[in-house]
């Protein structure tokens, strides 16, 4: 997908012959700033940070990585942000620009999943990498903090950055002697960028030819459904990993509101006479049919009214990768929904199991048959438990979107 006037990703011909067609990767540079900060100062440092790591991407890759550096952006306050915040305008520009990768340079604090403060993060699937000056200028309380022109924030800078790059790039961490892909930490006597080791290399290698993207203008919303259909069947790996990688069926604990708005309604449901009526008298299939269909409909209810897809701003061209972002956003969202599914289902199952007399459900006074059996205790409890997950997400909802983008896209840790 590099720039329409690039010509090192384009065949070339050598007195007459032709050679190998060198791949280009097209990396979009966007700066935020705080509203105190210094934007000059911070687009110097962002400027001399990816030239410092471009001669390490362009060995270890055999590829041609072009930085174009975008006018540095004022952030609204000095506020502390997870990484999945600045989403939206990397995958904004990503569709704008051409671009096959975005990076984000800020000097506000970025923090991880558990809320700790980290110089930097990346998505692999979003392709977006986010670096913050905080962590890397900070100091002990009783030193004073480091100049963005300082030696050792410049060389961990660089080294962070080509860091996270290899973990868009789908490169995990590494041993101690993994060079680059070791996990990062701040050497105060920096002076150089360490190279990746071998394995790492082949990896990179034979990603970065695949980088540059498949690009589209499918116009109307079968043609680009059936689009994010095709690109998600030719990438079932990436898919997978971030399925594997989001935890989605744990998330639902991370999301407080959304699991009690699902989980109270059905404790009162559970001791409803009616609501024992209908799970009794249901079908086995037309239960299960009933828990699928309303476990996928409450995902698709939260992709659209979060709005969670990407970009939210509408293009005429949808790249294969921001396709298979919209595809594994949509199927964490999924999983979340299933597993919120199985935390009711499990709090139901020990209320009727445990919690209920053993003979109650027997002598209830609406129901025909007086023989109450494992199955039919089952059934019940899962018809309750899917009304817990559609009111779950039409009520609660998700109270913080970013974290869901977040523990769905980024990384821990650097």
């Known amino acids: 997908m590099g720039s329409p006037d690039a010509a090192a990703g384009q065949d070339a011909t050598v007195d007459g012959e032709r050679t190998a067609a060198v791949p280009q990767v097209d990396v979009g540079v966007l700066v935020a700033y705080e509203p105190d900060g210094d934007a000059d100062a911070l687009l110097s440092f962002t400027e001399r940070m990816t030239a410092d790591a471009r001669a390490e991407l362009a060995s270890a890759t055999d590829a041609d990585w072009e930085f174009y550096v975008e ?71 009783d030193e004073p903090t480091r100049s963005l022109d300082a030696p050792a924030v410049r060389w961990n800078a660089a080294t962070l950055c080509c860091h996270l790059v290899g973990h868009v790039l789908g490169a995990r961490h590494a041993d101690a002697d993994g060079g680059l892909m070791e996990p990062f ?28 993207d498949e690009e589209a203008s499918p116009r109307g919303r079968l043609r680009r459904l059936a689009f994010h259909g095709l690109s998600a069947a030719r990438n079932p790996r990436q898919i997978a990993r971030a399925l594997v990688d989001s935890r989605a069926p744990l998330l639902p604990l991370s999301l407080p509101k959304l699991a009690t708005a699902a989980v109270a309604p059905t404790l009162v449901i559970v001791f409803s006479a009616e609501s024992w009526d209908v799970g009794f008298h ?82 209830w006074p609406s129901l025909e048959d007086p023989s109450v059996s494992v199955v039919d205790m089952v ?13 779950g ?20 840790r650097p």
């Not at 609204?76 to 989403?87: H, K, M, N």
């Open 379 to 391: 059934r019940t409890g899962a018809f309750i438990s899917t009304v817990g997950v559609l009111s």
């Open 393 to 412: 997400a039409l009520a609660g909802g998700l109270e913080n979107r970013a974290i869901v983008r977040h523990l769905a896209l980024f990384h821990d």
């Open 185 to 212: 930490r701040f050497d105060p006597d920096r002076r150089s960028v360490p190279g990746f080791d071998a394995t790492a290399e082949r990896h990179l290698e034979r990603i970065a030819a695949e980088v540059p």
């Open 71 to 141: 006018e540095p952006t004022r952030l609204p306050d000095s506020r502390s942000r997870r990484a999945s915040e600045f989403l939206d305008d990397a995958t904004h520009r990503m569709v704008e620009g051409p671009y096959d990768v975005t990076i984000v340079v800020t000097d506000v604090t970025v923090t991880s999943s558990r809320d700790r403060y980290v110089p930097g993060l990346a998505s692999p699937l979003a392709r977006t990498a986010v670096v913050s000056t905080r962590v890397l200028r900070s100091r002990r309380r």
């Open 282 to 363: 249901l079908g086995n299939g037309t239960a299960a049919l009933f828990a699928v269909v309303s476990v996928f409909a409450a995902a698709l209810y939260l992709l659209f009214v979060q709005n969670l897809s990407f970009p939210r701003e509408r293009h005429r061209l949808i790249t294969e990768h921001t396709a298979l972002v919209n595809v594994a956003v949509f199927l964490i969202l999924l999983g979340a929904m299933a597993g919120l599914f199985g935390l009711v289902a499990g709090i139901m199952l020990v209320i009727e199991f445990v919690v209920f007399p053993p003979d109650l459900m027997a002598n």
